[in-house]
């Protein structure tokens, strides 16, 4: 963690990202596009976890790798989690495609 | 984190087993993003139950997030953007230097913290109304009539309800200690402890507040925007 | 001598002697490895103990030795895992002509019905020579059926069918145990298995008493519950003809295609609206809380029924009984 | 403890301040560490006098020592009380604690409070535990599986659930604080290829706690709402599934055993070092091996499954996955072995125990692998023989490691040497009573005898009964180091700065060290088990 100072614009630039993806999704729900709206929906939240998370919480600018492979590990943790399970739920009915 | 936020109360303290301050703050950071990832598992455990529950019973997800009011959730989405900006414009003020803003912004902070858990109570209180919340009268007889198109069965859609209110439940709990927190950070900043030198505990504080926003951001689109598009 | 001491169970299906053999090998590997290991350990413990004069020898390692001792445990393991995967594929794919069995399990005990209609209570009669397979359902918490001496072993769980089948080879009376934590009386929930030669087998199966068979049962549930007034056996009910579906492919409203197997069946009663049938509406009421698990078997086998070839081994009595 | 403190010239951690108050308040990781000996080993009697219930129960076919439901809380408490509040906190939470800043030269862990804070939050959980215990207990296994525990157990499962939601907490904060301490705190010179391997292990170890126990920690606070407010997320009569409960816990659970053995790993690995005098042969492969568990040990977790309801695909899988995480504990145990090659080996309690684990440890993985393979596991799946199994490795192997671990660095903790000849004498015991325990179990288990009973089929009652006759003899094994370890404290040798001469940052301060560890901050330009750079003395001195 080094002691850079973002510029008080990027912040703001940063939220009006933000507040415009929140506008977008919740405006993209009502559009009917299949299966993508779920693909769209998350998508955009992904977008804005990542502004928040590279910016807001400095993880872009000022953060070590160590912090940066915390983060990757719980993700994929969290994702084994999901996946693995989905081995047992996505074969355990028996339903194809 | 506990130990760098309860040091004495003047200046940047340095804790006696620690040889610099640099390496005081890294374990505090590594600390608190260890930290953080272990609420992301904690919050997966939820997520786990979401996926499946909702592969399995997609109708009655669609309604059930249908039936929450998509403004006030917006709303609340916004206010929680909000507060993100102001912790994050907190931290810098934080290290330049200026307490007065790092005072507001906490403040700040503060109300859009509040705001956001009492819009989710009223949001609470519609679902109470509505005989929507799982355990207490449960009845899903109002969706069925309201989405004729779409097959509902009452029990699924109550596990629709308890993942709803399990993660938002969980998620509210986390603001209100956030809250917590920051109601001790601001007292501290008016004491003017905190500065260039030493703002460890404003930035833990705030690492914390933004990963909470985060689930919401989540959260949102899985519980509010589900299936939103006109019913054929 | 082993009267009170028994040291090997019983190896009475023709799954039980794969199992065995694996469990030897097995045994036989692991004693292997043990003897190598610890004679190892003894003999350098004995050879290198604490001597004047000298001092122990600093290896670094060898990295050609890790790999070897990665690389052919690994090989070895994958070698257990084929085998053991092989068994456990054979114990769960049921031979297709199998004859049935429902089982249903509750807080302490075990409920069995045979197609032909005999009910029994923690007793199994079985021919020897017949592959048999069980279709399994719990009332309350999760149990679990288990013959030692077929090596067979299947949770029951609550809300849905899972299946074991066996292959008798020896008569004689086996354990019947239930494996899962259930209770205060888990350890209660315990029973027989009688394994018979087939002509004494048909001997109790007329003797015993019979309230009809599970079809024909199940096909008076299907008159009384109504449901033949929208599934009719012709094209005109407003719910799809019955006959012939079970074990074949259905297409889904939702473009998705399923097997007509017991849990669908049973899903399709208790939950119509999870899977509708493609160019039918989803007005099937919901039969949750309103049949027993009892008679969802009888209603389960009578759909089946329909779907049956009307040679099949198991149809040719059903006139008989009652 | 505190008033049995010896009184050497020194100043140390244990003679720094008197009282109580000293001591609840103490962020010194060294006494924090003896506040959880003394309260884990409160909760192994607890567990162990549970164990011996169980047994005496099952020296007879028929239920009469106890009632059916008396006997159901017993196992149920006993694995509850035995797992979470003795066995996961054993080693890295007293041994852990004490040496982790000593073996890397800090003065601290990272957080001292949050240390004292976890000491707590376990006391916490335990009294409530007690509480639980006190007044009626839980039935549900340890297991908690639904829908017995949300549905149709009338005892007291939201309590229980509680009480180990907050050690959960108890021993993530744990894991957090070696983590940031192993990274951040490390002595100038402690390079990541010169640390200890026990560091290591604790490492990977604490990578486990901070992964998994979150996801304990939310199933069972699942659990307690479905119970309280009937969500229906585990309840198969309204469309919950029952397994998706046992995902969630296994996906905790089977990771957790890794939290049990690796750290007895990690004591081996000391202890074979000094009583061989040599580096650990491959040490880079053992470090490694050490992270390969804490990884692979995640994707294996629905082999606790492959009965109950999962598809078929899936059970191939996860048998699959199982048997890429025996590799790493193969890899161990192939090089504890090749180190004790061209060593000199001495014969101290620390290595017989060590010994013990190798032995019993090999055993006990090994059937792991029998139960990894599918078509066995149908058969033997809640039987004895995955009892026998899992105590071979979490008595046989975790307590070894802990009993074995204590021996070595008693001296450094109490500043008094054991009585040697009581404690192999007691070593032995415990080889012998385990064995005599647990052996007869495995052929129970392939038998058929299931787990859980109350009362059985008189044929097993051979084996059920020499299993019982082994866990008194057990009993006195264990009995016997509490006593002398008690008795040492005041009456014991005084221990020199390196009793056993053995290599390693702790053992180059004081014994007992004083509070900050090091008069002098420690500067590392040595490798780890540099034995060839230590003088052999004459006599190991042993008290
Ligand atoms: C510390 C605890 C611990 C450890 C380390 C292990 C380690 C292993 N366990 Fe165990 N296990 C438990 C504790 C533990 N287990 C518990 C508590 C249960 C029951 C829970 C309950 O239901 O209540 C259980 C249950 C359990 C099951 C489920 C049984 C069932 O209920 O049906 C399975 C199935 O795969 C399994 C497998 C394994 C495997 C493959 C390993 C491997 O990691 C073992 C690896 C080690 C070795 C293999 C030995 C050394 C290797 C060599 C010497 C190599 C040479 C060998 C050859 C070349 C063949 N365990
Ligand atoms: C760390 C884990 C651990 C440890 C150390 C032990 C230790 C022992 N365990 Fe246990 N055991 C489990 C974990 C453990 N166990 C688990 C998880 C289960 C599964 C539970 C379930 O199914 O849900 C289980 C289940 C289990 C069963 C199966 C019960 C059943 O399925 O019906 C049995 C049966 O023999 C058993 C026996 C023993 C014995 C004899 C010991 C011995 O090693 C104990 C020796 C210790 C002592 C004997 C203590 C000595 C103390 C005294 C003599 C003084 C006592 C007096 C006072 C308190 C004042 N255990
Ligand atoms: Cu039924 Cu155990
Ligand atoms: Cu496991």
New binding site residues.
Partial sequence: MSEHVLSSKMYYGIWIALMILTVVTARVAFIDLGPFNTVVALVIATGKALLVVLFFMHVKYASEKLVKMVIVASIFWLLLLLLLSLADYGTRYARHG | MADSTATPVHGPELLHHFSTAQQQRDAASLGMWLFLGTEIMFFGGMFLAYLIYRLLYFNEFAAGSRSLDIWLGTINTIVLICSSLTVALGVRAAQMGKRKLLVILLLLTLIFGLAFLGIKGVEWYAKYKEHHIPGMSFDAGDLIRDYPQIHIDPAHEQIYFSLYFAMTGLHALHMIIGVGMFTYLLYHSMKGRYGPEYYTPIEMGGLYWHFVDVVWIYLFPLLYLIDRKPLG | MFDNLPLWPARASTGAGNVDALYIFLLL??GF?CLA?FSMIVVFALRYRRQHGHEAEQIEGSTALEITWSV??LG??LVIFAWGAFIFFQERTPPRDASEIYVVAKQWMWKLEHVEGQREINELHVPVGRDVKMIMTSQDVIHSFYIPAFRIKQDVLPGRYTTAWFRATKPGVYHLFCAEYCGSQHSGMIGQIVVMEPAQYEAWLSGGSSSGSLASNGESIFQQLGCVTCHRSDTQGRGPNLAGIFGKPVQLEDGLTVVADENYVRESILSPSAKVVKGFKPIMPVFQGLVSEEQLTELVAYVKSLSAAPTAGTKVRESKVQ | MATAVITPERENYLNQEYGIKSWLLTVDHKRIALLYLVSITFFFFIGGFFALLIRLELLTPAGDLVQADTYNKLFTMH?QVMIFFFLIPSIPAVLGNFLVPLMIGAKDLAFPRLNLLSWYLYIIAGALMLHCICTGGVDTG??FYTPFSTAFSNTKVVEAGVAIFIAGFSSILTGLNFVVTIHRMRAPGMTWDRLPLFIWAHYATSVIQLLGTPVLAITLLLVVFERVFHLGIFDPTRGGDPLLFQHLFWFY?HPA??I??LPAMAVESEVIACFTRKRIFGYKFVAMSSIAIAVFGFL?WA??M?VAGISLYSALIF?AL??L??VP??IK??NWTATMYKGSITFTTPMLYAFGFIGL??M???T??F??ALGI?VH???TYF?IA??HY??VG??VMGYLGGLHFWWPKISGRMYPEWLGKFAALIVFLGFNLTFFPQFILGYMGMPRRYWQYPPEFQVLNVLSTAGSTILAVGYVLPMVYFLWSMRYGKPATENPWNAAGLEWKTSSPPPTFNFDQPPVVDFEAYDYEHIPEVEEVPVG
Avoid: Q
Wanted: proline share 2%; glycine share 10%.
């Fill in positions: 590997l692991s490895m290991i052919v445990p070895i393991f | 694995g340890w297991t659970s055993v890794y049990m053995i294996v082999h606790h492959f048998s199982s048997y995480v025996a504990s193969a145990v192939f440890f090999t006990g993985g090994l792991g692998l139960l990894a596991d033997v799946t809640d995955v199994h899992f490795i979490m192997g975790a």
